[in-house]
């Protein structure tokens, strides 16, 4: 058995000590004016009920389609394309 000097919490171990040579600060800059209009953005669909989807349903979106109607995946894409195409009445303007 090997006579250790060392206390239990590890105060003698030189790994627990940081090499300031080796430390790095990682800061977190401000966002652009143009992330925060995207935001926005984003944050003003949320509030309105509206979503942006893709222009072709993904497989998961299709899975999910299957899974809730029972139909065929194309029939699921058909029914998508359709949806998208007779589209909505557009939301008046957020000022």
Known sequence: MQNDTADAS???DST???DPATT???TTA????VMTL???VVGLLRDTGLAVVEP???PAMVAAGVAASGLGADRVRAVFKAM???GGT?????Q
């Open 56 to 58: 072709e349903p993904t």
């Open 24 to 26: 790095t600060t990682t």
């Open 16 to 18: 627990d000590v940081a």
């Open 10 to 12: 590890g105060a003698g």
């Open 84 to 86: 998208l195409a007779a």
């Open 38 to 40: 995207a935001l926005d």
């Open 90 to 94: 557009v939301a008046g303007r957020v």
């Open 30 to 33: 401000a966002p652009s004016a």
